[in-house]
């Protein structure tokens, strides 16, 4: 199975200021097709997981324009650009173009 | 706007069955190019996708269980469900129902289930 990899797995921010997660996998996600199939999730406190971006970098409707995803092959990053009291929870990457799909272990987003 | 609901008991004795039930509403399971699926996590595995059934009625199990699992789709009652045999403590999770709309984009959970493998 392809590995997921996040960093930090902590990340405490100061309200208004940017965050960054990093997730690498342990093979490329590009797929024979040229699709790259990584999505990010967030899961506050108490709540289901939520996916924010699909593809690497679409973000799903009514995510607010702050959450922008990037990356290609095995190298991704989800950016926060003014982190919100809302924000806070755990943000997972997630890779559907090797089967099965894998999550990485998750990085826990706190207000300083 | 599509709903899922899980159903089920939430303390199963040591080797028997895991069974629960995932209700949709708002949208027919059997519309669309979707898979139906199951998503559990575990303070010592975090999320993990355990299988799901296609829009064709195909299963899929990941192989660390496959000899142990089930799902299954009820159209009629636009439900499906998830059958585990032979628990053990390290299925102890909180189980979720998804919607993947390909590729393992999960766009769809419900609310989720904590099962508990006590004797």
């Known amino acids: 199975d392809v590995v997921m990899t996040q960093s930090p797995l902590s990340l405490p921010v100061t309200l208004g200021q940017p965050a960054s997660i990093s997730c690498r996998s342990s093979?490329?996600?590009?797929?024979?097709?040229?699709?790259?199939?990584l999505n990010w999730y967030q899961q506050r406190p108490g709540q289901s997981p939520r996916r924010l971006i699909y593809k690497v970098s679409i973000r799903d409707s009514g995510v607010p324009d702050r959450f922008s995803g990037s990356g290609s092959g095995t190298d991704f990053t989800l950016k926060i650009s003014r982190v919100e009291a809302e924000d806070v929870g755990i943000y997972y990457c997630m890779q559907g173009t090797h089967w099965p799909g894998t999550f990485g272990q998750g990085t826990k987003v706190e207000i300083k | 706007q599509l709903q899922l609901q899980e159903s089920g008991p939430g303390l199963v004795k040591p080797s028997e069955t895991l069974s629960l039930t995932c209700a949709v509403s708002g949208g027919s399971i059997s519309s669309g190019y979707y898979y139906w699926g199951w998503v559990r996590q575990s303070p010592g595995k975090g999320l993990e996708w355990i299988g799901s059934?296609?829009?064709?009625?195909?299963?899929y199990y990941i192989p660390s269980i496959k000899s142990r699992l089930s799902i299954s789709a009820d159209t009629s009652k636009n439900q499906f469900s998830l059958s585990l045999s032979s628990v053990t403590a390290a299925d102890t999770a909180v189980y979720y129902c998804v919607r993947d709309s390909g590729h393992f984009s999960i766009d769809y959970w419900g609310q989720g289930a904590l099962v508990t493998v006590s004797s």
């Open positions: 093979q490329s996600l590009v797929d024979s097709a040229g699709n790259t199939y």
């Open positions: 059934v296609s829009y064709s009625g195909t299963t």
